[in-house]
Nanobody, 126 residues
């Protein structure tokens, strides 16, 4: 599976953005999917993950109630709706695949995810 994230941009605090992740490959619907972010000088941080069917999700505490992950297997797309954005959400956002063993454990470790795509920059101004 190859992935490409897009939809980032510059937004004021309190605003919203919707990120998209386009996948290629026949096995997309077999994988859970995750979103991560990385700010300058920081380690890559888990944001959210969704099961292969889209029926279950889990989130980092820092984004719960503000971000929503979803997917459309027919279109091979994963989305991250980000509301009430804060300056601390500023980062490059990446999508990645999550094998069943990763998703079933609720892993937030980047090492457990794979097929990283190119990221998209999100900048939130105060």
């Amino acid at each position: 599976v190859q992935l490409q994230a897009c939809g980032g941009g510059l937004v004021q605090a309190g605003g919203s953005l919707r990120l998209s992740c386009a996948a290629s490959g026949r096995t997309f619907s077999s994988y859970g999917m995750g979103w991560f972010r990385q700010a300058p000088g920081e380690e890559r941080e888990f944001v959210a993950a969704i099961s292969w069917s889209g029926g279950s999700t889990y989130y980092a505490d820092s984004v719960k109630g503000r971000f929503t992950i979803s997917r459309d297997n027919a279109k091979k797309m994963v989305y991250l709706q980000m509301n009430n954005l804060k300056p601390e959400d500023t980062a490059v956002y990446y999508c990645a695949t999550a094998p069943v063993r990763t998703y079933s454990r609720g892993s937030q470790d980047p090492a457990d995810f794979s097929s990283w795509g190119l990221g998209t920059q999100v900048t939130v101004s105060s």
